[in-house]
């Protein structure tokens, strides 16, 4: 018989928090037998609308669903310089949003309980992990997949929720499900965006008001971009770099316009990627769209 005892405290409607990987893994074993299915919204905290919206969608899966979102800031996956320390950790409030969304689970683990002493095995990313992002910050992919899979084993999710902000480490993460036959079904979910267009992200915090005001040139760019699709690939780079050009604040990294797998060379007729990094300040923003050449 499955009591709330049995399910670690496990209550439908009622928000429980778990520390450790054995704790969550141990609830999440018990729904599944009860015959609930599992879905999971891997998140890093400091939660804002677009994650609201992966939660509201694992939600929305059909049929006798938990939802689990799991909080924490993996040092894996930031390198040397990187905001590791400063990143945001509004702990209350990302509990109240878990709560308001109807998420039932928190897995809340410390460095500790996800990376014990000597554990020092790391998933590597293959070669779709060394461009764009993986290009100018080695090794974020390896940590992001790593941590990725860790988490997968330890909910043992039915269903994964990712942002497609982060449009590489949703495919570089379905890739990862597939090459390792991790038997969860990964799924993405659209980009929320401010009212001017720019794209939700925790790290948007660190920007001034002058630079916040900037920083949409990064969606106009690639609106502009996409405005121009039917001209084909080389149109479409023009364009937006062109708006680019017109904010000498910003700092571009790249931008490119790729196969929705993120290959170099996307076919007339064919959906695309166009992808944008670039600095503003001492933050640094991404963000993408579909392109229909
Ligand atoms: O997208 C994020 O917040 C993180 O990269 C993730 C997927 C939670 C892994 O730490």
């Known amino acids: 018989m499955t009591t709330a005892r049995t399910l670690g405290g496990y209550a439908p409607g009622r928000l429980t928090t778990h520390r450790t990987p054995g704790d ?27 994650h609201r919206a992966l939660i509201r969608n694992a939600r929305r899966t ?6 689990v979102v799991s909080i924490f800031v993996n040092p894996l996956q930031f390198g040397a310089g990187e905001d590791l320390e400063r990143y945001p950790r509004p ?12 998420a039932e689970l928190v897995f809340l683990p410390g460095v500790e309980d ?8 790391t998933v590597v990313p293959g070669q779709r992990g060394d461009v764009l992002e993986g290009a100018f910050r080695p ?3 390896a940590g992001v997949l790593t941590v990725v899979a860790k988490l997968f084993h330890i909910v043992a999710p039915d269903t994964a929720f990712f942002g497609e902000k982060d449009y590489q480490q949703l495919r570089l993460v ?33 920007l001034s ?30 364009a937006a770099n062109a708006v680019l050009a017109e904010e000498p604040a910003l700092k571009v990294e790249y931008l490119a316009l790729t196969d929705p797998d ?8 064919q959906r695309a990627r166009l992808l944008v990094a670039a600095r503003i300040g001492s933050t640094r923003l991404i963000d993408n769209v579909s392109v229909q050449l």
Do not use: W
């Open 139 to 141: 090794g974020h992919f």
């Open 262 to 269: 993120l290959g170099p060379s996307p076919q007339p007729g």
């Open 209 to 238: 008001p002058d630079e916040r005001g900037r920083a949409v040139t990064l969606h106009r760019a690639l609106t502009a971009g996409a405005a121009i699709s039917a001209e084909g690939p080389d149109a479409v780079l023009a």
């Open 62 to 67: 059909p049929g006798a669903t938990v939802t």
């Open 91 to 102: 702990l209350e409030a990302d509990l109240q949003a878990c709560q308001e969304e109807g």
């Open 24 to 50: 969550i893994h141990g609830v999440t074993r018990a729904l599944r037998h009860s015959g609930r299915k599992i879905n999971l919204v891997p998140t890093m905290g400091a939660l804002h609308e677009g």
């Open 114 to 121: 996800m990376y014990p002493e000597g554990a020092d095995t």
């Open 174 to 206: 379905t890739k990862m499900a597939k090459d390792l036959d991790i038997p969860t079904a990964v799924v993405g979910v659209p980009t929320v965006r401010e009212p001017d267009g720019l794209a939700l992200s925790s790290r948007n915090v660190y």
